[in-house]
């Protein structure tokens, strides 16, 4: 079966672009998203890029796919507190959707 | 407002005792799914429902039961609860399985 896996923590200072990666292992995907989750909530869809693109900027988010290395990353620019927060990349696999472990992003002053 | 709702949010049970977490949502979305939330483990999809009556185990469908009688309601059934099931659950739901997921705020479950 499909394996996502992202590193589980990263830790940027306010106003640094921070990177959040995931690699997986099926390349039939059709969608790949970003997923935030915060404190207590459920989660929250960031963006997302279909299979054939290889980039996708939303104001301050930036999603990267490499399909040859089987790699997708999310970069927010300008990195605000307000960001600290779970990020999960999900796959879209025929109809299921595959979860990373998530990575979670701290910010500090 | 659109959304997905799950009740109850927090939960404290005991072994063996029946419980079924109810999810709800307005957007007359077709696609319904459950998972669960470890830690070190992201999500993991437990059943999920294409349509009304339609319904097909996910990763992780042991122990558990659904239902899909009605295009908004998608309930989980623990029929008889045990504390590896303790979790984090969440509900989710799409237009179509091919579309982003939509996802309500979580139930807190604790099997003691």
């Known amino acids: 079966g499909e394996d996502v896996e992202q590193s589980l923590f990263l830790s940027v200072r306010e106003g640094d672009s921070s990177v959040i990666n995931c690699t997986y292992t099926?390349?039939?995907?059709?969608?790949l998203y970003w997923y935030k989750q915060e404190p207590g909530a459920g989660l929250q869809l960031l963006t997302y890029?279909?299979?054939?693109?290889d980039m996708k900027q939303d104001q301050r988010l930036t999603v990267l796919l490499n399909k040859k290395d089987k790699h997708l990353s999310l970069r927010i620019a300008d990195t605000q507190t307000g960001d600290s927060a779970i990020y999960f990349c999900?796959?879209?696999?025929?109809?299921?959707?595959?979860f990373g472990t998530g990575t979670r992003l701290q910010v500090f002053p | 407002e659109a959304q997905v709702t799950q009740n109850p949010r927090y939960l404290i049970t005991v072994t063996g005792k029946k419980l079924t977490v109810t999810c709800s949502q307005n957007?007359?979305?077709?696609?319904m799914s459950w998972y669960r939330q470890d830690p070190g483990l992201g999500l993991r999809q437990i059943y999920y429902?294409?349509?009304?009556?339609?319904?097909d185990k996910g990763d992780v469908p042991e122990g558990y039961k659904v239902s899909r009688k009605e295009k908004r309601n998608f309930p989980l059934i623990l029929e008889s609860p045990s504390p590896n099931q303790t979790s984090l659950y969440f509900c989710?739901?799409?237009?179509?399985?091919?579309?982003?997921?939509?996802f309500g705020d979580g139930t807190r479950l604790s099997i003691l």
């Open positions: 429902s294409m349509n009304v009556e339609v319904t």
């Open positions: 957007m007359n979305h077709e696609y």
């Open positions: 999900a796959l879209l696999n025929t109809d299921k959707l595959i």
């Open positions: 099926d390349s039939s995907s059709t969608y």
């Open positions: 890029i279909f299979s054939n693109m």
């Open positions: 989710a739901s799409s237009l179509r399985g091919s579309q982003p997921q939509h």
